[in-house]
């Protein structure tokens, strides 16, 4: 069931219950993350792997230390001057944080999603709510109540609708290494370029391998049902003989083959807007049943156009 009541969302999950939430970012499928019960639960609804940790979610960022060992003060600089926002914190956890949550890890996700409605839920309860992206585990990402619906709706108890998600793209995950370095473990909805000033080196270590550093980190994510491919739109439209292929661009400027359903991520190439809708236009391609393959190009590698690559890259891929 979808709706807008915030009371019976918060009474939900009060008693174990899981709930689809908005953020900036996606939405979550959120559940007590000091449940064990709870946390169970979304692993099964996501038909997620339990190598796969979840992120904890709070009202506000000086609840954490509640949670964690420590906090490293470049953290708070970094959590002042973004929280609530599109970025998300490792840090080592106390005990009271279930290895469930964690996959076993001793670092624990943190974040403050900036949405109103999950806001005001949040300072309902007296626990964090531990909620991953709320798609079935490698599926798109959902960038509205109706998605979720539509992929969970008979496996959750109510999704709160916060209309569509200004971002659209997950958060950026970093933790400081023992060097004193600003690690990326995903790029996301904060571009990573806004990092540079806080003068850590920075490294990006996203390699999507069998070993990702952030375990969810997968090649194949992200990814529709049907074959999508990367590249020059125009050679590849020719590639699929009766197959019916769908072009996904990135601007009006893009040299856009004719002939062919297309979807323009931002006419005027705003990166910003293209990464509200990417997933959006991943999902209304992937369902219509007219098309056999979806082909899609590179943005341009800057700004948010790293995070949409990336999720671009890892939905056309095959490999596990
Ligand atoms: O924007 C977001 O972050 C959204 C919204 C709902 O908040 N959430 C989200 O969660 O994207 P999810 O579960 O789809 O992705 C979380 C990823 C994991 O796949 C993993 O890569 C990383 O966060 N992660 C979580 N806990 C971690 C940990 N303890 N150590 C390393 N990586 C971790
Ligand atoms: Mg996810």
Do not use: W
């Amino acid at each position: 069931m979808i709706g807008t009541d915030i009371n019976f969302a918060a009474s939900i999950l009060k008693r174990g219950g899981l709930v689809g939430i908005p953020t900036e970012t996606v939405y979550g499928l959120a559940g007590n993350a000091l449940d064990e019960q709870s946390v169970l639960q979304i692993f099964t609804a996501k038909n997620r792997p339990h190598f796969d940790p979840l992120i904890l979610h709070f009202a506000d960022f000086s609840e954490v230390e509640k949670y964690v060992l420590s906090i490293p003060e470049i953290f708070h600089v970094i959590a002042h001057e973004n929280c609530p926002g599109p970025i998300t914190f490792l840090l080592k956890k106390k005990p009271i944080i279930s290895d469930l949550v964690t996959s076993g890890s001793d670092l624990v996700a943190i974040r403050i999603p900036n949405h109103p409605m999950t806001l005001a839920l949040l300072a309902q309860l007296d626990f964090p709510l531990a909620a991953p992206s709320a798609n079935p585990f490698g599926y798109i990402s959902p960038t509205t109540a109706l998605h979720v619906e539509k992929q969970l709706g008979d496996k959750i108890d109510y999704i709160l609708d916060g209309g569509p998600c200004e971002v659209g793209l997950e958060s950026t995950i970093i933790s400081l290494d023992d060097d004193g370095s600003l690690v990326v473990h995903r790029k996301g909805g904060m571009e990573v370029d806004l990092l540079k000033k806080y003068g850590l080196p920075l490294r990006i270590n996203d390699l999507s391998n069998s070993k990702p550093s952030a375990p969810g980190m997968l090649l194949s994510h992200y990814a529709p049902r049907k074959k999508l491919y990367l590249g020059n739109l125009e050679e590849l439209a020719e590639s699929f003989g009766d197959q019916k292929v769908a072009i996904l661009a990135f601007s009006d400027k893009s040299f856009i083959p004719k002939g062919y359903p297309t979807k323009i991520l931002s006419p005027d190439s705003d990166l910003r807007e293209a990464a509200k809708n990417v997933f959006n236009y991943l999902r209304l391609l992937d369902e219509d049943e007219e098309i056999d393959v979806i082909i899609a190009e590179e943005v341009p590698e800057e700004g948010l156009g790293l995070a949409i690559n990336d999720r671009l890259r890892r939905a056309a891929s095959s490999e596990p």
